[in-house]
Nanobody, 117 residues
């Protein structure tokens, strides 16, 4: 199983910020659009942000647009998620992976983000 390693989560108050980091194997990362996903308690995992292989055209779901910023460092096989103005509804386990299911090779452990009110 190819390993993705997410980190940077934690407990933060409403309005706070966190930066998540994901190191991916080159077999997944290289030439792949990458995304950040999250799974809240009792809900399905959903993609919330994505970025092309070249690091352009970031895309966000409306509920995080304007607050979250996705970026990548292709030299380090790393994708980041800068999260600002966090809300309690952002509480979830956050994962990264390739956007295309055909490029995915399983999931990492994720990183827990908890936003207190």
């Amino acid at each position: 199983q190819v390993q993705l390693v997410e980190s940077g989560g934690g407990l933060v108050q409403t309005g706070g910020s966190l930066t998540l980091t994901c190191v991916a194997p080159e077999s997944i990362f290289s030439n792949s659009a990458m995304g950040w996903y999250r799974q809240a308690p009792g809900k399905q995992r959903e993609i919330i942000a994505s970025i092309t292989a070249g690091g352009r055209s970031p895309s966000y779901v409306p509920i995080v647009a304007g607050r979250f910023t996705i970026s990548r460092d292709n030299a380090k096989n790393t994708v980041y998620l800068q999260m600002n103005s966090l809300k309690p509804e952002d509480t979830a386990v956050y994962y990264c992976n390739a956007v295309s299911p055909a490029r995915q090779r399983g999931w990492g452990q994720g990183t827990q983000v908890t936003v207190s009110s």
